[in-house]
C-alpha cells in the first residue's frame, strides 16, 4: 500500500529550483537513489522553472561523489519537441557503451538547457561539451576525469545567519512575482542555485 504523497521519496521538490546540494549527495549512493530523483525532477520540470538545474545532478555523477559508474561518462540532451530528453552512458571502450540510467523526459526545450550551460558552464564541470547543435547537446568526462575530481563543497548558511524580513515588502502593481520570472533567487548551497533560475 502506498503512503501518502509526502512520504514519496523526494517529495520537498515541487519544482526543479527546490534541488538542494543534500539532495544530490544523498543520491548518489546508488543507481536507485539517483534514478528516483531524476525521476522526481523530470516530474515536476516546467518550462523556465529551472530545469536545467538537473544537470548538476550528472555533472556530480562525473566526479568522486559517484562510485558506482566504470568508464567515460556521456550525458546525452536530445529536443523531442518542447521536452530534453536526457541520456547517461559509460564508454567502456572497444565501442562499447552501456546505459547506466533510464533516459529522463524534462518538460523544457533543449534551448533552456543549453542557454543555462552557456551562462554558468562552471556549473556543469567536470561535464565539457563535446556536441552541440538545435537538436542535441553532449557532454561527457573521461574516466580519468571522474576518478580524480572531487565535487564542490557544499556551503550551508546557517539558519541563524539568515535575515528574515518581519513584513513581505510591497510589489509595484502589475509586477511579476519575483519566482514568476525566476530570478531573484537567494541560493542556500553554493554550486546549487546560482545561475539554474533560467
Given at each position: 500500500m502506498r503512503g501518502p504523497p509526502d512520504h514519496l521519496p523526494h517529495a520537498h521538490i515541487?519544482?526543479?529550483?527546490?534541488?538542494?546540494?543534500?539532495?544530490?549527495?544523498?543520491?548518489?549512493?546508488?543507481?536507485e537513489t539517483t534514478r528516483s530523483l531524476l525521476a522526481r525532477l523530470a516530474a515536476v520540470s516546467a518550462p523556465n522553472t529551472g530545469a536545467a538545474k538537473a544537470l548538476i545532478v550528472f555533472a556530480r555523477m562525473a566526479t568522486t561523489a559517484c562510485s558506482w559508474i566504470d568508464g567515460d561518462l556521456t550525458i546525452d540532451l536530445s529536443a523531442d519537441g518542447a521536452t530534453t530528453v536526457i541520456e547517461a552512458a559509460t564508454e567502456l571502450g572497444a565501442g562499447l557503451r552501456e546505459r547506466v540510467l533510464p533516459p529522463a523526459r524534462f518538460r523544457a526545450p533543449l534551448d533552456e538547457f543549453a542557454r543555462a550551460i552557456d551562462r554558468v558552464p562552471h556549473m556543469i564541470a567536470p561535464l565539457v561539451v563535446r556536441h552541440r547543435s538545435p537538436t542535441r547537446v553532449a557532454l561527457s568526462a573521461s574516466d580519468q576525469v571522474r576518478r580524480t575530481t572531487a565535487p564542490p563543497p557544499p556551503i550551508e548558511i546557517a539558519r541563524d545567519s539568515l535575515f528574515e524580513p518581519a513584513i513581505s515588502p510591497q510589489r509595484r502593481p502589475g509586477?511579476?512575482?519575483?519566482?514568476?520570472?525566476?530570478?531573484?533567487?537567494?541560493?542556500?548551497?553554493?554550486?546549487?542555485?546560482?545561475g539554474w533560475d533560467d
Open positions: 515541487a519544482r526543479c529550483l527546490d534541488l538542494q546540494e543534500s539532495d544530490i549527495s544523498e543520491a548518489l549512493a546508488t543507481p509586477a511579476e512575482p519575483p519566482d514568476a520570472a525566476g530570478d531573484s533567487l537567494l541560493p542556500s548551497s553554493a554550486g546549487v542555485d546560482a
